[in-house]
């Protein structure tokens, strides 16, 4: 089937090309462990789902805006935790998670066709797809590669999905300066900010990255990692206020709207912080698990200072290695779903229970290399 306004055909759900392996691993007597999907595993805390019942009367249309506690508590959420600051409410708009707005994101931006959407040369593959959506093109740009002319949208990701890379202020304010210089907005991915390891993650509309102008930026949050909210759909949009008063235009007209409960659960997730802190424990020990084992097995770990997953290697093809992992009844995702330049390594969740990334690791450890 073709969608998008040029007709062009969308490149296959990556994960049904999983299926084969997926199967596989199933029969391990132990069971799988499947660490292919950054899927959240842990309870909904309760101070969430509090919040959420506590809203649950509500027979009204929700705002497409969101509530003014929810995006105060964003704006302060985001002065407390990551030091951004010098941003309005106003600038706030919720999304039903992050996914929607990233594949949506060209289209509501009037991105048109013959434009072009530059991603990272390993890039969460919706960046592509939202861009196919919208009928542009994709350039992937390797790192420090400027963008083209005719860049009409330029996506940023630290912590990296997939290969958990960290890029300093500085770098991320040369691709800011780039953009501009070519008349492009930048769409930063901020799902894993509050996920850095080996360093310290930092938004794009943080002094040091925006130079203190919001114009051109917008930073794309989510609360499904940090909050185990992807049951819940949560995410929101901020930075330059023209172009989230853009967005939010267009999604009152298509109806876009987080559902009120949602939005009061988001409000008391953007306020604890203790919750937050908790939950970054548990993957800090799933890593620390996850990556000895790999190492014991004879895989190197690239990158990966940040988010949710730990990119592989033992100088193989990325397929070879999955099949490695699915005879011991272990699913991971090949390099190649984000791009050529993955060809050789994979993608390792950090989303499964301490019992099954404890399985995984003593799998692991009993393989032969």
């Not at 009367?57 to 003014?68: C, L, S």
């Amino acid at each position: 089937m073709t969608i998008g306004r040029s007709g062009r055909q969308l490149p296959d759900f990556p994960w049904d090309l999983l299926a084969d392996h997926a199967a596989r691993a199933r029969e391990h007597p132990g069971g799988v462990v499947n660490l292919s999907v950054g899927t959240p595993v842990d309870p909904v805390p309760g101070v969430l789902r509090d919040a959420l019942a506590a809203a649950s009367n509500e027979p009204g249309y929700p705002a497409t805006h969101g509530t003014p506690a929810l995006r105060e508590a964003a704006v302060a959420a985001l002065a407390r935790r990551f030091g951004v600051t010098g941003l309005d409410p106003d600038a706030v708009l919720p999304t039903i998670g992050s996914k929607e707005l990233v594949a949506w994101l060209p289209t509501l931006l009037a991105v048109r066709p013959g434009d072009i959407v530059a991603i990272p040369e390993l890039a969460y593959p919706t960046y592509e797809v939202g861009a196919r959506l919208a009928g542009a093109e994709v350039v992937r740009l390797a790192d420090g590669e400027r963008p083209p002319p005719g860049t009409a949208l330029v996506w940023l990701n630290s912590p990296s999905n997939p290969t958990g890379r960290v890029l300093p202020a500085l770098a991320l304010a040369e691709a800011v300066a780039a953009a501009r210089e070519v008349g492009a907005l930048v769409a930063s991915d901020e799902c894993y900010l509050g996920l850095g390891w080996d360093t310290q993650p930092v938004s794009v509309l943080h002094p040091a990255v925006s130079g203190g102008r919001l114009d051109g930026l917008l930073a794309v949050h989510s609360l499904s990692k940090s909050s185990s909210l992807a049951g819940y759909r949560a995410g929101f949009v901020t930075g330059d206020p023209g172009l989230v008063s853009r967005l939010l235009e267009v999604r009152k007209h298509a109806g876009m709207m987080v559902p009120r409960p949602v939005q009061s659960a988001m409000t008391a997730a953007l306020t604890d912080d203790e919750h937050v802190a908790a939950q970054r424990s548990r993957y800090a020990g799933r890593r620390d698990v996850l990556r000895a084992a790999l190492a014991a097995a004879g895989f190197d770990v690239h990158h990966s200072e940040g988010g949710l997953y730990l990119w592989a290697t033992r100088g193989e093809n990325a397929w070879d290695s999955v099949a490695w992992f699915a005879e011991r009844g272990v699913l991971v995702a090949p390099g190649t779903f984000y791009g050529p330049a993955g060809e050789r390594h994979v993608r390792v969740a950090l989303t499964a229970t301490d019992e099954r990334v404890s399985a995984a690791a003593d799998r692991l450890a009993h393989a032969r290399v």
